[in-house]
């Protein structure tokens, strides 16, 4: 009996193996190239246990992106918070806003044995393959972060007019996904060091130093950029 009970896995314990066996496979396979057969195998589970702890494969997908977002996403508006805090009622610097909002995520390429990097690339394939229902679940987990850093970038920039902010933001967020997702084209591009891709103290400069003077740039009239096109 006690010999039974040694070998029973806590819960809590189950739960994780499932989430990192599903992690790991929709960052290889895609969300719909993994079956729960190949899950189940994966976690060392039965289809029981995957039910019990999640009830269906949208929840777990769901449940797979809220445990790495949901604190990241906390983790950038602390950032912002102590930023802010720190500015004593000025608007901060875009440059520190930028380093602010990276910084968690850039944290996870380096988190190589905890998962983080395989997330970071499922996060990537998540933006490129056609799920709305996927999109939309990223959307609003984002959501909150997303508008603290848009009221900060407005206080920030505010010779930029809200539509133009609001696009320059998406060409931001864009890239730090792409980069973040895609970190083996580059050297395809330029033939860099491979340990140089999972570097985030060097990509945060790099990120920082693009991503800003793409904020800053002053916009073209609307008139101009109509007779341009």
């Known amino acids: 009996m006690n010999l039974h009970l040694r070998t029973l896995k806590p819960q809590h314990e189950t739960r994780t193996r499932i989430l ?8 290889q396979h895609g969300f719909e190239g993994t079956s729960m057969r190949l899950l189940t195998s994966k976690a060392g589970v039965n289809l029981a246990a995957v039910n019990y702890h999640f009830g269906s494969k949208d929840a777990l997908i769901e449940a797979v992106f809220r ?48 998962g983080g990097r395989n ?9 490129t393959e056609p799920s709305k229902p996927i999109r939309a679940l990223i959307g609003q987990l984002y959501g909150p972060a ?23 933001m998406h060409f931001m967020f864009g890239t730090l996904a792409y980069t973040l997702a895609a970190t ?5 591009i330029a033939g860099c060091k491979p340990e140089d891709r999972y570097d985030a103290k060097l990509l945060e400069e790099r ?12 916009a073209k009239a609307q008139s101009t950029v109509k007779k341009a096109a």
Do not use: C
């Open 119 to 127: 997330f970071i690339r499922l996060l990537g394939r998540a933006y």
């Open 146 to 168: 997303m508008e603290r850093y848009k009221s900060a970038f407005q206080r920030a920039l505010p010779e930029l007019a809200h539509e133009e902010l609001i696009w320059r």
């Open 207 to 218: 990120l920082t130093a693009f991503l800003e003077a793409g904020l800053r740039v002053p």
């Open 184 to 188: 083996d084209t580059v050297q395809l």
């Open 20 to 27: 990192d066996a599903a992690e790991e496979l929709f960052m």
């Open 67 to 114: 445990r790495r977002l949901d604190p990241m996403n906390a983790e950038r508006i602390a950032e912002l918070d102590r930023l802010e805090k720190s500015a004593a009622g000025t608007a901060p610097a875009p440059e520190r806003i930028i380093r602010a909002f990276l910084r968690a995520s850039l944290a996870m390429i380096e988190d190589a044995k905890g």
